[in-house]
Structure formats: C-alpha cells, structure tokens
C-alpha cells in the first residue's frame, strides 16, 4: 500500500506479504473489475486525512493498494455477504472471470509479468451433486443446470 501526500509529494509504502486476496463484488461484475476497485486510488480527505510526517499535519492524500510481490499460487475470494442495510445479506450475481489471469496491471512494478492459470473451488454446501457435468441442488425443487452455468454464481475461491 502506498500513501502519498498531496502537499509535498512524499510517499509511506506498507508491504504486507499475502498468499489470498478478498474482493468485493458488490459493485464488481467480473474479476478484473474487481480487482481494478481493489487497486484504484482513494483520497483520503476530510475526518479521513492522513499525517504526513514530512509535512508535520494531517493533510489530503492518496492511498493506493497494489500488489508488490505476487505469490506463487494467488487465491482470490469474493466476498459473497453485504454487510449494508439493517440485517446485510448474501450477493447473489454472476461474476465474469477467464481461463488465465494476467496480474500485470495490479503490480507495483509493471515489468513483471505475473500470469496465472485459473483453478475453481466451488461452495460446496450449495450443491447437492455433479453428476456429467450437470450440478443439482436445491432440496424440493430439483433444479438441474450445466455446470458453465452454474459456475459464476457458485464459485466462493478462484485459484
């Protein structure tokens, strides 16, 4: 993460080493969507400044997470609940993802190349079987659907 004052430019790197990243969805209909939100930059402004220590006094500033050293297997959770409104509740959407996931645009050093092969886990508790690849769940209604249909709204954690 990179914080960088608006006043005098300077610049406070966090490095956090990871091996999972949690995505929101709520506004995200794809992957890289939502890794782009993750990534993008916010103002820190208002009740929300930042202390600069060069400039001795809370101050605007940008925050900016990025990924500074890729791990050699990445996984990435949607988190499926929203914590808004009186009681939150379970997002229920499709999300749109590849066979490959190039990282490259989400590093700090964009000479990197950080491409990964994508491996899917599904949630588990939400499927009653896979049978020839079509998933059935559901406990009255029996509803029968192909599993690339039902993928985008079943996945939990993309490998």
Known sequence: MQVKCTICSSCSNTY???????????RAESLSKALVRFTAVE?????????????????R??????????????????KRFSSTGNSGGKIDKK?????????????????????????VRIIEDLVDEVIDGT???????????????AMPFLIHTLF
């Open 43 to 59: 103002a820190l402004e208002g009740d929300n400044k930042y202390h600069c220590s060069n400039c001795q006094k809370k101050v």
């Open 135 to 149: 998933v059935r769940f559901g406990d009255d209604e029996r509803l029968s659907i192909s599993v690339q249909e």
């Open 16 to 26: 956090d080493p990871f091996l999972d990243l949690s995505l929101e969805i709520v």
């Open 95 to 119: 999300i749109e993802f590849g066979r490959t996931l190039d990282m490259k645009p989400y590093v700090s050093n964009p000479q990197v190349s950080c491409l990964y092969m994508m491996a």
């Open 61 to 78: 500033a940008l925050k900016q997470f990025t990924i500074d050293k890729s791990p050699n297997i990445l996984t990435i959770q949607f």
